[in-house]
C-alpha cells in the first residue's frame, strides 16, 4: 500500500478547514491526476501525503510507516522516501543546479557525504543525467537564479527523479513550461514512476493533461473528495460541475479537439450502459 487516508481533515491556524472527511488510498505502483479548481485542497491533500502536515482529524498511512512515525529519525527515513516537485522549486538562487539535484539524495546519504556535497558536487555524472533527461544537460553548472521559471521547474523534476523515490508527489510540475514540453515531461515521470514501481501522484491544472495520461482520477473541490474515477468514466458534465464558477470554461492546456471529443464519447458510453 503507498498510502491510506481515513477521514483526514486538516486546519489550519487561522482557522481554515482545507481539507474535510478525505478518505482515499492508493496501491503502490498507481499513477493519479488530482484535478479540481483554484482553492480546492489539492496543495493540502499532496502536504499530507508528502508528511509535510499532520492531519488535524483522521489517520493517514504512508508506505506503510504507520499513521505517525514513532521519531523524528523514523519520521526522516518516511521522508527520504518520498519526492516532491513543487511548482516554484524551494532551491537558493545562488546554489548551482549540479547541487540542487544531489540535494534529492542528502535523506539517503550520510551527513558526512551530505556536508561534502554541498562544498563539492559528489555525484557530477548523476546529476548531469538527470538533468539531461529534462533537456537541461547544458545547465549542470548554471546558477539556479539565473534559470527561467520552466527551467528551474525542470531542474526541480531531475532532483526527483536522481532522487529515485518510493512516492512521487507533484505540485503543477509543469505549469511553466509550454504545452508540448509540458507534455513529454509528464511522460517522463510517468514512465520513471512506472519502470521503477513508484507511486505517483500528480496535481494538474490542465484536465487535457490529466485525462489523456493517467489511467485515476482524483476531482477536489472544497477540501473534499468530488470523484474518484478511471480517466474513461470523467465526462465533459462532470468536469463542468467540478469546475462550476470558474467562468464556464474548462482549464486544458493544448486546446485540442480530440480532448472534448474524448470526453464527449465517455459520455455516450456512459449513457449506453445505463440505458
Same mark, same amino acid.
Given at each position: 500500500?503507498?498510502?491510506? $487516508?481515513?477521514?483526514?481533515? /486538516?486546519?489550519?491556524?487561522?482557522?481554515? !478547514? %482545507?481539507?474535510? @472527511?478525505?478518505?482515499? *488510498?492508493?496501491? *503502490? @505502483?498507481?499513477?493519479?491526476?488530482?484535478?479540481?479548481?483554484?482553492?480546492?485542497?489539492?496543495?493540502?491533500?499532496?502536504?499530507?501525503?508528502?508528511? %509535510?502536515?499532520?492531519?488535524?482529524?483522521?489517520?493517514?498511512?504512508?508506505?506503510?510507516?504507520?499513521?505517525?512515525?514513532?521519531?523524528?529519525?523514523?519520521?526522516?527515513?518516511?521522508?527520504?522516501? +518520498?519526492?516532491?516537485?513543487?511548482?516554484?522549486?524551494?532551491?537558493?538562487?545562488?546554489?548551482?543546479?549540479?547541487?540542487?539535484?544531489?540535494?534529492?539524495?542528502?535523506?539517503?546519504?550520510?551527513?558526512?557525504?551530505? $556536508?561534502?556535497? =554541498?562544498?563539492?558536487?559528489?555525484?557530477?555524472?548523476?546529476?548531469?543525467? %538527470?538533468?539531461?533527461?529534462?533537456? /537541461?544537460?547544458?545547465? $549542470?553548472?548554471?546558477?539556479?537564479? *539565473? $534559470?527561467?521559471?520552466?527551467?528551474?521547474?525542470?531542474?526541480?523534476?531531475?532532483?526527483?527523479?536522481? *532522487?529515485?523515490?518510493?512516492?512521487? /508527489?507533484?505540485?503543477?510540475?509543469?505549469?511553466?513550461? !509550454?504545452?508540448?514540453?509540458?507534455?513529454?515531461? +509528464?511522460? /517522463?515521470?510517468?514512465?520513471?514512476?512506472?519502470?521503477?514501481?513508484?507511486?505517483?501522484?500528480?496535481? =494538474? #491544472?490542465?484536465?487535457?493533461?490529466? +485525462?489523456?495520461?493517467?489511467?485515476?482520477?482524483?476531482?477536489?473541490?472544497?477540501?473534499?473528495?468530488?470523484? !474518484?474515477? &478511471?480517466?474513461?468514466?470523467?465526462? +465533459? &458534465?462532470?468536469? #463542468?460541475?467540478?469546475?462550476?464558477?470558474?467562468?464556464?470554461?474548462?482549464?486544458?492546456?493544448? #486546446?485540442? &479537439? #480530440?480532448?472534448?471529443?474524448?470526453?464527449?464519447?465517455?459520455?455516450?458510453?456512459?449513457?449506453?450502459?445505463?440505458?
Amino acid at each position: 500500500m503507498a498510502f491510506r $487516508l481515513n477521514g483526514v481533515g /486538516l486546519a489550519y491556524a487561522n482557522g481554515f !478547514d %482545507a481539507l474535510k @472527511g478525505i478518505t482515499l *488510498q492508493a496501491a *503502490q @505502483g498507481e499513477r493519479i491526476a488530482l484535478i479540481g479548481p483554484s482553492g480546492a485542497g489539492k496543495t493540502s491533500l499532496l502536504s499530507v501525503l508528502g508528511t %509535510a502536515w499532520a492531519p488535524t482529524v483522521g489517520t493517514a498511512e504512508i508506505l506503510d510507516a504507520g499513521d505517525r512515525p514513532r521519531s523524528a529519525a523514523a519520521l526522516a527515513r518516511l521522508r527520504a522516501r +518520498i519526492g516532491t516537485i513543487h511548482q516554484s522549486p524551494p532551491i537558493p538562487g545562488r546554489q548551482r543546479a549540479v547541487t540542487a539535484v544531489l540535494a534529492g539524495r542528502l535523506g539517503r546519504w550520510p551527513a558526512w557525504k551530505s $556536508l561534502a556535497s =554541498l562544498i563539492y558536487p559528489l555525484d557530477i555524472p548523476g546529476a548531469g543525467a %538527470a538533468l539531461d533527461r529534462v533537456d /537541461l544537460a547544458d545547465k $549542470l553548472f548554471a546558477r539556479c537564479d *539565473q $534559470l527561467s521559471g520552466g527551467q528551474l521547474q525542470r531542474v526541480g523534476i531531475a532532483r526527483v527523479l536522481y *532522487q529515485q523515490p518510493d512516492l512521487i /508527489l507533484a505540485d503543477e510540475p509543469v505549469s511553466a513550461l !509550454d504545452p508540448a514540453l509540458a507534455l513529454a515531461t +509528464i511522460r /517522463l515521470l510517468i514512465a520513471d514512476a512506472e519502470a521503477r514501481g513508484a507511486t505517483l501522484v500528480a496535481s =494538474l #491544472h490542465a484536465v487535457d493533461l490529466a +485525462i489523456g495520461n493517467f489511467s485515476r482520477i482524483v476531482g477536489v473541490k472544497a477540501g473534499r473528495i468530488a470523484f !474518484d474515477l &478511471p480517466a474513461g468514466e470523467v465526462g +465533459i &458534465p462532470l468536469l #463542468h460541475e467540478l469546475y462550476a464558477g470558474e467562468g464556464g470554461e474548462l482549464p486544458v492546456q493544448a #486546446h485540442e &479537439p #480530440h480532448f472534448l471529443s474524448q470526453a464527449a464519447a465517455n459520455d455516450a458510453a456512459t449513457r449506453a450502459a445505463c440505458c
